[in-house]
T-cell receptor
Framework: EPEVTQTPSHQVTQMGQEVILRCVPISNHLYFYWYRQILGQKVEFLVSFYNNEISEKSEIFDDQFSVERPDGSNFTLKIRSTKLEDSAMYFC??????????????FGSGTRLTVV | GNSVTQMEGPVTLSEEAFLTINCTYTATGYPSLFWYVQYPGEGLQLLLKATKADDKGSNKGFEATYRKETTSFHLEKGSVQVSDSAVYFCALMGTSGSRLTFGEGTQLTVNP
């Protein structure tokens, strides 16, 4: 069964450093997403991406965050200057359509980011 | 805005017990409703869904019915197995956009 692959599974970074989280969505999917889950809290939407641009973003997704699909297969989330409160599990997802009612998202297994 | 509330966890059951995990939501219009499951070390997997009032989603013995009158989407299973041990998330998608709004998640542990 096709999978969404995220790397690395765990990343530790110093506060203030830039970090890039990587995702390989399912090859025929057109919509891509990032979510995060701070330990003990809800899974929160960050951003959706379609046709090489952001289609929707949450209030969490401020100027410190950016997304890119650099080569047609990878989908990345960059945090420019990490803060302690960015420590969380970050989930990538993809879907064939924007509204998932018919087809459903496929989520990756997540990258645990620890900012020290 | 949209919100989802799940029953507090964790939940611990014996094998073959009946499972209910409560989920209620707040949203305008008619959202689509989902249950996701996360097994240890894995991503979120879609378990079942319902897209309109009175729809029943079902999969792997789990069921949930979209109740508009009580704004609820409770997850049930008649006889749980040890392999059902996981975290279960209730979620909704509103009528505009494609973002999912999740509940807090409920950790289920099934003992043999």
């Amino acid at each position: 069964e096709p999978e969404v692959t995220q790397t690395p599974s765990h990343q530790v970074t110093q506060m203030g450093q830039e970090v890039i989280l990587r995702c390989v969505p399912i090859s025929n999917h057109l919509y891509f997403y990032w979510y995060r889950q701070i330990l003990g809290q809800k899974v929160e939407f960050l951003v959706s991406f379609y046709n090489n641009e952001i289609s929707e973003k949450s209030e969490i997704f401020d100027d410190q965050f950016s997304v890119e699909r650099p080569d047609g297969s990878n989908f990345t989330l960059k945090i420019r200057s990490t803060k302690l409160e960015d420590s969380a599990m970050y989930f990538c997802a993809s879907s064939e359509e924007g509204g998932q009612a018919l087809y459903g998202y496929t989520f990756g297994s997540g990258t645990r980011l620890t900012v020290v | 805005g949209n919100s989802v509330t799940q029953m507090e966890g964790p939940v611990t059951l014996s094998e073959e017990a009946f499972l209910t995990i409560n989920c209620t939501y707040t949203a305008t219009g008619y959202p689509s409703l989902f249950w996701y499951v996360q097994y240890p070390g894995e991503g979120l997997q879609l378990l079942l869904k319902a897209t309109k009032a009175d729809d029943k989603g079902s999969n792997k013995g789990f069921e949930a019915t979209y109740r508009k009158e009580t704004t609820s989407f409770h997850l049930e299973k008649g006889s749980v197995q040890v392999s059902d041990s996981a975290v279960y998330f209730c979620a909704l998608m509103g009528t505009s956009g494609s973002r999912l709004t999740f509940g807090e998640g409920t950790q289920l542990t099934v003992n043999p």
